[in-house]
């Protein structure tokens, strides 16, 4: 039990990664769907042949099944050869137009034999079109639905001028006869619901795979990929976020800006890997040190930038010694061994002017650490400490 239960688990898996597909295994799924269709279009024609019903054409009926039979064989071996074929680079262009239409005309096919116009089968001819869009490449939608336009514009005008029967599977007193709608409302209920529940469930499956996917690369494209902190892209809008909000609700922001010290004669002496891990641990000692409320990214190179929301200037240095205490003490060691001292310069600005711009702040708080780094480094400067 616990086996089938992890073998179902790995399957589930498996479909929640399909948009990485190739396109041909993408095609095989759709014709596995196709097949599940197929069986049980062929249990209700079986169902039928055993126990006849007066609104069935019986004899239409019987000269169907080598059709039936031979539309599960021809879709089997598709998806077979298409496991076979998944290796070849031609495949992955070729077979999405040859698979895409062999489901579209074969569904197409079911859907005049049932009544092409009946709402249930609109359903499904509608949802089909929109399923290949999730699942494969426009211009493969766009070729096989034309095609489907045209053969579903053939059929309504042959019906329509009395040379092909509407729903031939059906006797006439299908429509006519209201003794029938039960019968009626369970055939296109069994016909179009499995297709149509499928379709939405795959449906929803791939999209919240999408939506994950984009909510990773979102995630990717506001995180620093060294650090792990928010890169300047990220930090910036937050300080204008809050910046905006602290003014508003009167309160104080203050703004911390770090640079390590000598950190190019790391990099020179030591390699960029250990120039590296100098980032990776100055970052986690800041990240340490903050608190959960506070913002901290990397801010470009070896310059880091912490937000501090309703923090007025005293308990911003505060904070600010505490990391620079917390780096001094950091043991960073060269691949031989010989300890590198790490030391940071800090910058850190108070806002609390109404209607002050982010620029302001950043130069203002540029302006304090390039006092802190002209004054012999490993040191805060701010308004009042020189």
Known sequence: MTKNMMS??????QLDNVLEWSPVRKCNLLLSILLFIF??????????????????????????????????????????????????DWAQVVLPYIYSAYYACTLLYLAHMTGIWSIAVGLVLAGAPLFGFILLASRVVYVVLSLACVVIV?????????????????????????????????CYTYFALPHFISMVAFSDLFLRHWRRREDMIHQISLTDSLTGLSNRRAITFYLQKYLLLCQVEHQPISVILVDLDHFKQINDNFGHLIGDEALRQASECMRDVVRKKDQLGRYGGEEFLIVLVDTPLEEAAQIAERCRRSLEQTLLWSEHGVRIPMTASFGVYCSTIADESMDDVMRQTDHYLYQAKSSGRNRICHFGSI
């Open 8 to 13: 179902m688990s790995g399957w589930i898996k």
């Open 154 to 186: 053939y059929l309504s005008l042959m019906t329509a001028f009395g040379h092909l029967p509407y729903a031939p599977l059906f006797r006439p007193t299908f429509f006519s006869d209201p003794a029938a709608k039960p019968f009626m409302l369970l």
């Open 39 to 88: 069986l049980q279009y062929t249990a209700f024609h079986f169902y039928e042949l055993w126990s006849p019903n007066p609104y069935v054409d019986y004899a239409l009926l019987q000269s169907m099944t080598p059709i039936h039979l031979s539309l599960i064989s021809s879709c089997v071996f598709l998806i077979l050869s298409g496991r076979w074929l998944n290796q070849f």
